[in-house]
């Protein structure tokens, strides 16, 4: 019976742009999914016991609940939360887990939080750049993304098991 290995282990293949892409639309739908709930449990629970429900509907009416610091504070903590968990932890985000590809450290570890950081600004920039950052991997020696490369990071393909 063979274990499953946690961290596995070797020298795999960088992904095709293909891959990547596919991963970060899945892992985009499930942070818009998070976001959701969150703005949901934060409108409907929280600002409600505080406000009360009357008060809560006349403040949504009058458009003050549109621009909330602090739902835009906890929107980018939970996306920088999403994201540092499951890198530390496994390598890997749902989504990343659905195309078999892992985010590690250049001698296959799993990445620190400050990385996990790193790589998710860095991957941020990147998107509002076009995609720019992405499509880099092309012309990289290593197929790195501009998130690899700011982080010292290495996303690979995981071999099928």
Known sequence: ????????????????????????????????????????VYQQVVLRMIYGAETLEAMSNAG??????????????????????????????????????RVQQPDGTSITRRQAINRVSVSLVSWLCGGLGIWWALWDEQSRTWADIASGTRTVVLPKT
């Open 1 to 40: 019976m063979a274990v499953k290995q946690l961290h596995p282990q070797g020298d795999f293949p960088a992904p095709g742009i293909f891959r990547r892409v596919a991963s970060a639309f899945y892992d985009m739908m499930l942070c818009l999914a998070m976001l959701m709930v969150l703005t949901l």
């Open 64 to 101: 003050q609940l549109d621009r909330d610091p602090l739902l835009t504070v906890l929107m980018i903590l939970a996306i920088y939360g999403f994201f540092m968990l499951f890198w530390t932890l496994r390598g890997q985000t749902l989504g990343m887990q659905a195309w078999r590809l």
